[in-house]
T-cell receptor, first 112, second 112 residues
Framework: DVKVTQSSRYLVKRTGEKVFLECVQD?????MFWYRQDPGLGLRLIYF???????EKGDIPEGYSVSREKKERFSLILESASTNQTSMYLC???????????FGPGTRLTVT | QKEVEQNSGPLSVPEGAIASLNCTYS??????FFWYRQYSGKSPELIMF????GDKEDGRFTAQLNKASQYVSLLIRDSQPSDSATYLC????????????FGAGTRLFVKA
């Protein structure tokens, strides 16, 4: 059974903290994605990666960075958390362009 | 203009009725089309995908694609209260790399 896991389901951090969100997939997929989801705005792409050590900016990369040191692991980093980064964060991986995305369970991050 | 547009709803149908969900997209180079279902607080799960013009049926679900009109729809027959969720339309595009563009989703309520 395919699986994408995320390090935390719920996270509460303070403004200015550095936050790490980790995602691991066991499907040997090369392509991984980080989204945030907010009410009324849908899923917005933050960053994606086509291969180890490769990364591409999505639609809303400001305030975020990513790391892909191993094929199975894709980390999202909030360098200095702010309250407007309170959101649901979803990681996904995909086999190829015509295939479905497999999503992790999501991390609900609250920045106070 | 948003790349993938859906009516946000809510769409309310009685149990046993047909629910019709619609989606339009802007990129004529789009290659693949997906419908995801998302329950509140959960991550999206794929329910249908379609690549070619026409209809594709899977159980109570039928996806319809019209590339000339840039239109994709999802029909749910014999709607059940358990179908109540947000339905996300997604389009796969190849832009040098590839990514999936999601609509904001349509909320469906099936009344018992």
């Amino acid at each position: 059974d395919v699986k994408v896991t995320q390090s935390s389901r719920y996270l509460v951090k303070r403004t200015g903290e550095k936050v790490f969100l980790e995602c691991v997939q066991d499907m040997d997929h090369e392509n991984m994605f980080w989204y945030r989801q907010d009410p009324g705005l849908g899923l917005r792409l933050i960053y994606f990666s086509y291969d180890v050590k490769m990364k591409e900016k999505g639609d809303i990369p400001e305030g975020y960075s990513v790391s892909r040191e191993k094929k199975e692991r894709f980390s999202l980093i909030l360098e200095s958390a702010s309250t407007n980064q309170t959101s649901m964060y979803l990681c996904a991986s995909i086999l190829g362009p015509t295939y479905e995305q497999y999503f992790g369970p999501g991390t609900r991050l609250t920045v106070t | 203009q948003k790349e993938v547009e859906q009516n946000s709803g809510p769409l309310s149908v009685p149990e046993g009725a047909i629910a019709s969900l619609n989606c339009t997209y802007s990129d004529r180079g789009s290659q693949s089309f997906f419908w995801y279902r998302q329950y509140s607080g959960k991550s999206p799960e794929l329910i249908m995908f379609i690549y070619s013009n026409g209809d594709k049926e899977d159980g109570r679900f039928t996806a319809q694609l019209n590339k000339a009109s840039q239109y994709v729809s999802l029909l749910i027959r014999d709607s059940q209260p358990s179908d109540s969720a947000t339905y996300l339309c997604a389009v796969g595009v190849n832009t040098g790399g590839f990514k999936t563009i999601f609509g904001a989703g349509t909320r469906l309520f099936v009344k018992a």
